[in-house]
């Protein structure tokens, strides 16, 4: 099956710094990826949707400045915090979609952000 | 707005016993239907899902169900496994985006 490898699966790091997350289609082409942010015992929320070669398109809330996603190639996609503050502590979770009428989408274990 | 309004929020069910999820929309253009589930720091797996023109989709001990009228599609776990503790989501897709339920926490007693 579809497999999506999302990196790193944990990460803490310092106030004011910035952190990237990668996340890759092993063995499908993505030409869309997503990125939703999940909190304790809620669902998925949107974050931004990243289409191959083009600019992402963020949802209503989401400052783009913060977070900085790149969709460079068909199989990766990173998401970067930028200036990371506590409240930007969350699961953080990737998901791809091959092309077709029925694909599903694919998701990444996810990486858990904790910014001190 | 939420899109997908998913209930119960948290379900028990004893070993062998049959867990259901019920999922409803209001967008008619939703043409995909699917169900995932997740285990606690883990991202969502892709479980069944079905299009709005079948009103039944089987897969192992997982059924969905779906109403298109009623707008409203169900998850049925059948002879439920203290394995398939976790939560559930149910989602809906049009136009390059994914809609997703609330979640569902079951836990399976042995």
């Known amino acids: 099956g579809a497999v999506v490898s999302q990196h790193p699966s944990w990460v803490i790091c310092k106030s004011g710094t910035s952190v990237k997350i990668e996340c890759r289609s092993l063995?499908?082409?993505?030409?869309?990826m997503f990125w939703y942010r999940q909190f304790p015992k809620q669902s998925l929320m949107l974050m931004a949707t990243s289409n191959e070669g083009s600019k992402a398109t963020y949802e209503q809330g989401v400052e783009k400045d913060k977070f900085l996603i790149n969709h460079a190639s068909l199989t990766l996609s990173t998401l970067t915090v930028t200036s990371a503050h506590p409240e930007d502590s969350s699961f953080y979770i990737c998901?791809?979609?091959?092309?077709?009428?029925?694909?599903?989408?694919?998701f990444g274990n996810g990486t858990r952000l904790t910014v001190t | 707005q939420q899109q997908v309004k998913q209930s119960p929020q948290s379900l028990i069910v004893q070993k062998g016993g049959i867990s259901i999820i019920n999922c409803a929309y209001e967008n008619t253009a939703f043409d995909y239907f699917p169900w995932y589930q997740q285990f606690p720091g883990k991202g969502p797996a892709l479980l069944i899902a079905i299009r709005p023109d079948v009103s039944e989709k089987k897969e192992g001990r997982f059924t969905i169900s779906f109403n298109k009228s009623a707008k409203q599609f169900s998850l049925h776990i059948m002879d439920s496994q203290p394995g398939d503790s976790a939560t559930y989501f149910c989602a809906a897709y049009n136009f390059n985006k994914f809609y997703f339920g609330s979640g569902t926490k079951l836990n399976v007693k042995p």
């Open positions: 063995d499908f082409q993505a030409t869309t």
């Open positions: 998901s791809a979609r091959e092309l077709g009428v029925d694909s599903p989408l694919h």
